[in-house]
């Protein structure tokens, strides 16, 4: 019984190490040295081989390297082999981490100072409370409800907009396509944690983002794909939106001319609001084969039918 390593390289002595430690049972082979595949029945990959439920007859689990699945084409994936998502507490609270910075970027008016600094102007602004400050947060899912739970203490007036009902913190969650556009008109700080499906593609299009209060700020740490960046980039020219804090883009990394490298109104990270821890991704692998051992639901299992 084996688990083959596809993702980063340089992380792969690192994960062989712990899994040695946490799972000595599980031997452990590095990508291209597969040895007979016939002995392979799970594999931790970012993006593997279009082929690989075909080159591996006894794969039973698929982990995904990140939070994300869209890179995997499910429909090429046989029936008994799941595809596990690798999300733990500690990739959460990082990801909250990323959007704590971001709201209180957008909130305290850092993007305006930092043009102001640039320019050699000194010129305080009125500070909001944050009472008084709407924070929208599209999809509550482990890692959307991790962030509100961080951003709750501060006194944000918090809301979720979701697929299916989930509970808020101290706010209310809209449901659906027919709630999105009372969701998006009552954020002054929208935070995109969706995940990307075909229902969710370009989800954040010109007239979506039309919806949002004028001089609304935008935090996109869900995919490149669900905004439309020329939209973005329309309505921060014209001051319909007052900033924006964008970890994901269509294209990564960006060519060079593209406006967002040095926008003013733009704070632009390389995708690292979060990533797979080793320990909690091999404590999520380790508890699968318990629960494998004893016929138990696995952890993390993506539902085919959703998408994520």
């Not at 390289?9 to 190490?17: E, H, N």
């Not at 697929?163 to 027919?178: A, I, T």
């Not at 993390?300 to 994520?308: A, L, W």
Request: charged share 20%.
């Amino acid at each position: 019984m084996c688990i083959l390593y596809m993702a980063d390289p340089a992380d792969a002595q690192k994960w062989r190490d712990c899994l040695s430690t946490l799972a000595p049972e599980l031997e452990f082979r590095q990508w291209p040295d597969i040895g007979n595949p016939a002995e392979v029945h799970y594999i931790l990959a970012w993006e593997p081989l279009a082929d690989v439920a075909e080159q591996f007859g006894s794969l039973r689990l698929l982990y995904a390297a990140g939070a994300g699945v869209d890179q995997f084409d499910l429909a090429r994936l046989p029936a008994h082999v799941s595809l596990i998502r690798l999300v733990d507490s500690t990739m959460a609270d990082i990801m909250a981490e990323y959007v704590l910075f971001g709201v209180l970027a957008l909130h305290r008016d850092i993007l305006a100072y930092q043009e102001d600094q640039r320019s050699g102007r000194w010129q305080p602004r009125p500070i909001v409370h944050a009472s008084q400050r709407r924070v929208g947060v599209m999809g509550v899912g482990n890692l959307g409800r991790a962030a509100l739970d961080r951003l709750q203490p501060l006194g944000f007036q918090l809301s979720g907009w979701n697929r299916s009902l989930k509970e808020v913190p101290g706010g209310h969650c809209y449901v659906g396509p027919g709630e999105l556009e009372a969701f998006l008109g009552q954020c002054d700080i929208l935070v995109n944690m969706l995940p990307l499906t075909p229902e969710t593609d370009g989800i954040l299009n010109a007239a979506k983002l039309d919806c949002l209060p004028h001089g609304a700020g935008l935090i996109n740490v869900g995919r490149g794909a669900h905004l439309i960046e020329t939209a973005l980039l329309s309505a921060l020219d014209e001051g319909r939106l007052g900033g924006a804090v964008l970890d994901v883009l269509v294209q990564e990394p960006p060519t060079q001319d593209n406006s967002l490298w040095k926008h003013p109104r733009v704070i632009l990270t390389p995708h690292i609001a979060s990533d797979v821890q080793i320990e909690g991704g091999v404590a999520v692998i380790v508890e699968n084969l318990r629960r494998e051992r004893e016929g138990m639901t696995l952890l993390n299992v993506v539902d085919r039918s959703k998408g994520y």
